[in-house]
């Protein structure tokens, strides 16, 4: 809050989320009326009515669907296979400084790497075919994962740790009473982002190799220039990765009340 | 105090000694194992065929013009995206008017994988440099935005009291108060900004373009030249290295009262 004049006191009397509401209404009667009358190529903005009308015949008959459970069925895959090493390795580096020193130079080198170019990698790995896909759609948010999880350990409490010692804790008890517990908000942000990511290279994976799947939908609505098909998936997929962002972030308010939300990104 | 700073300079020492080590035995195995036939050498030549592979590419200048098209690339998405992105940042974290009119498409517009709108600008400006180049601008636009924002709207209310009851004027208030304490998260979107364009432009090229490391790395996997492939993998990797962290030196060099908590 850099700014609190009566003017804003006196707009945020009115409903909160009126002024979202109507400007997202503004944009999208100027946008239909304006390709309506021919003031914007239909071809590239087509009218949102169209575009809707469009989302109703790709749902009645079943695309949609299809490509969007080929998309979730990848993303789940490969959070999974971020997700759980990502933890571990986070833990295993915050714990232990041998890992954390030896693995440090090796992440900061491979994590910037966009992950779609592992494609090829994973391909030779494991052959064209799903498991590729997926394994490369895990690489970014594996680190994401693992990132967070050791930012995580660093950043316990001193204090507390001592205190856990003194009072007799060690081995798993230490781990599972205090040192999981204590960097559970920042594993949880690291899953935030470790999906979100998921979602992100998982497309891109899909519009570059793949007969099925959102991203694959796209560029094969690009190459029949059906600008209609395009919208309505760049729509669904916008609305999946609002959900992958606010969705995990609901979750950790419901399991970690008590703690804000924190987060480190590179 | 000498003493504490002959330690931490004993303690980088045995860090760095250790980095070296696990790099040196990853090296080694790369070398080692492809040379044994234990990996398959035509998937995972060994390190000093890429090593080779990316001297000569670079000395010959073959895979030059490709680093520059990649660089390029990025800088003028970037710049692009820089201005306009600081100023709907700004009047975004300032007013809370402009902040709920853009609020629902920056919402649904940031978590949008920004590669997903590269057909649509195909579509719109047809296959080449405009449509690759607005891509990445997209992607380094909204993290711009969105941490601007955020940097803005973290500004300690107090300070801007304080600012005020010493007579500031708001133009002097936003110059003196508001944007030097919200430099630390406008830094960071221009930062992370920076290097997810690095991601779209690599994906874009790896998908359509003809020249730039992304489509060297996908043209030497179809040809199966794997050195090459793994020489335009390691240019990309020390790219990025460089954004990631020679920026967050930069930043916390700018901002010394600041530290940062960052991870890779």
Known sequence: MARQGGKAAAGRAAHPAALSVLSVLALLSLWEWAAGGGWVREAFFPRPSSVVAQFVVLVRDGTLASHLSATLTRVAWAFLVAALPGVAVGLTMGVWRGAREALDPLFAFVYPIPSVLFLPLAAFVLGRGEPARVLTSAVTSFFLVAANTLTGVRQLDRGVLEAAVHYGATGHRLFFKVLLPGSLPWIFTGLRLGLGFALIVVVAVEMVGAEQGLGSLLWLSWQTLKVRDMYVTLLVIGFLGLGATYGLERVRERLLPWQPRVEVRR | ?264
Do not use: C
Not at chain 2, 220 to 242: D, N
């Open chain 2, 1 to 264: 105090m000498t003493g504490a700073a002959a330690r931490q300079t004993l303690r980088a020492v045995r860090v760095d000694a250790r980095s070296l080590a696990a790099a040196g035995i990853l090296v080694a195995g790369w070398e080692f194992l492809p040379r044994r036939g234990l990996l398959n050498p035509a998937y995972f030549p060994p390190a000093s065929q890429v090593v080779a592979a990316l001297a000569e590419g670079l000395s010959a200048g073959e895979l030059l013009p490709h680093v520059a098209a990649t660089v390029s690339r990025l800088l003028v998405a970037f710049f692009l995206a820089a201005l306009p992105g600081l100023g709907v940042g700004v009047a975004m974290g300032l007013s809370g008017t402009v902040r709920r009119v853009a609020d629902p498409y920056v919402a649904l517009l940031y978590p949008i994988p920004k590669v997903a709108l590269l057909p649509l600008m195909l579509i719109l400006f047809g296959v080449g440099e405009r449509a690759f180049v607005l891509t990445g601008a997209l992607t380094a636009f909204f993290q711009i935005v969105v941490n601007t924002m955020d940097g803005i709207r973290q500004v300690d209310p107090t300070l801007v009291e304080v600012g005020r009851n010493y007579g500031a004027t708001r133009f002097r208030l936003f110059w003196k108060v508001v944007l030097p304490a919200a430099l630390p998260g406008i830094l960071t979107g221009l930062r992370l900004g920076l290097g997810l364009t690095l991601v779209t432009v690599v994906a874009v090229e790896f998908a359509i373009a003809k020249s730039g490391l992304g489509h060297v790395v996908w043209g030497s996997w179809q040809t199966l030249t794997t050195p090459r492939m793994y020489a335009a993998f390691v240019a990309v990797g020390l790219l990025g290295l460089l954004l990631t962290r020679g920026l967050k030196r930069l930043q916390d060099r700018l901002l010394a009262w600041q530290t940062s908590v960052d991870v890779w």
